[in-house]
């Protein structure tokens, strides 16, 4: 790229240059010995533009008073954008879920919706599972190797692999991620939400005593999303004065181990005895079947996150949603030149989806 510039520009220390009315990009290219093209990107940080040729233009800019019109801006943009990512860029779907061929699985459906999303972009996807590697570092190698830069790591529980990856030469969103997420932008569902509808949709159907069996175990993002969650609806749907029953298992647990929590869930079922129980997914339900739990007169059930194999009432996690917005997210990305690691991240929570299989019926009814 051609860079053409003024030394005695390079090395201006002096005071502001601020001239009266509107300063564009071309008196900044006069006033620099740059080109215009190059003004244009220094001032939008396009990385493709050395950081020393970067820092001379939007300096000058400051010292000459230059705004930018947002109207002109998103007009420029739009129209180099179309020429920037060719047609058939590749991008990395990563994850370390097991490669399934059940099309049910919600994991499988994730990676068929993204694949649909970056074809209809005119993008291709590649599949990697971070089985298949030692390390982040390895799996760059190949990345880089293949020409890949745009890289969305969905699911991935190694928190460890993340350690080696050159973050620098790639353009990296992280898709539902549990105890550790990298320095990158971040979607995922929001499960505060999920507990709020399904705590909304037991109250509409007359349940009056709720209570929330979670997750525990090694901490994870949304813990406090959760758990936050299931303090405040307590205290503030006016159920519980001294706030919400909430009980923690660990479905990781042996079968040893779980038996004393099968006797703290035996306990707490008695002492609170709900109506109607919110589980952090389906394994809950098999715990209260062990219990006794519906045997009871009144006895509904929702998962927070339900089970495509063995649906339950509640809240369904939003796959199609979150693809979506991946793939959308990595688009603009790549056709605004962000690469690396970003000076302001973004964490973008998606509204799962609620629907009824029956295990929440309407009391009395």
């Not at 994730?110 to 030692?134: C, I, K, Q, T, W």
């Not at 949709?201 to 090694?218: D, H, K, N, P, T």
Request: proline share 5%; glycine share 8%; hydrophobic share 40%.
């Amino acid at each position: 790229m051609h860079e053409s510039g003024s030394s005695l520009f390079m090395n201006e220390t002096g005071p502001s240059t601020a001239q009266p009315g509107l300063i564009t990009q071309r008196m900044l290219a006069e006033a620099t010995g740059f080109n215009q093209a190059t003004v244009s990107r220094a001032l939008r940080n396009d990385p493709k533009i050395t950081q020393a040729v970067r820092k001379a233009i939007n300096a000058k800019a400051m010292a000459m008073g230059y705004k930018p019109d947002p109207l002109l801006a998103k007009i420029a943009s739009t129209r180099y954008k179309t020429r920037h990512v060719a047609q058939g860029t590749r991008i990395a779907f990563i994850t370390s879920k097991p490669r399934v061929k059940n099309a049910e699985n919600i994991n499988a459906m994730a990676m068929h919706r993204a694949h649909e999303r970056a074809s209809a972009l005119g993008y291709g996807l590649e599949s990697f599972y971070v089985n298949d590697y030692p390390h982040g570092g390895a799996l760059s190698k190949v990345l880089l190797s293949r020409g890949i830069r745009g890289a969305i790591f969905y699911s991935v529980t190694k928190d460890d692999f993340f350690n080696d990856m050159p973050w620098d030469n790639f353009t990296a969103i992280v898709c539902n991620s549990y105890h550790y997420a990298p320095p990158v932008s971040l979607i995922s569902m929001d499960y505060a939400n999920a507990i709020k509808e399904c705590t909304r949709q037991a109250l509409a159907r007359g349940y009056q005593r709720i209570g929330y069996v979670m997750f525990e175990g090694e901490d994870q993002l949304d813990d406090l999303h959760r758990l936050g969650a299931c303090h405040y609806l307590g205290r503030n749907t006016g159920l519980h004065k001294a706030g919400s029953p909430l009980i923690l298992l660990d479905p990781a647990k042996t079968a040893i181990e779980r038996d004393a929590d099968f006797i703290g869930l035996r306990q707490w079922l008695h002492e609170h005895q709900p109506d109607c129980v919110i589980g952090f997914n389906t394994s809950v339900w098999y715990w209260l079947e062990r219990e006794g739990y519906f045997k009871r007169p009144v006895c509904g059930y929702q998962d927070m996150i339900a089970s495509t194999v063995h649906p339950h009432t509640g809240c369904s996690f939003p796959y199609v949603k979150m693809m979506t917005t991946a793939i959308d997210m990595m688009d603009m990305l790549l056709r605004t030149w962000q690469q690396g690691l970003p000076e302001t991240r973004l964490h973008i929570l998606i509204d799962p989806e609620w629907s009824d299989t029956g295990s929440l019926p309407p009391v009395g009814g």
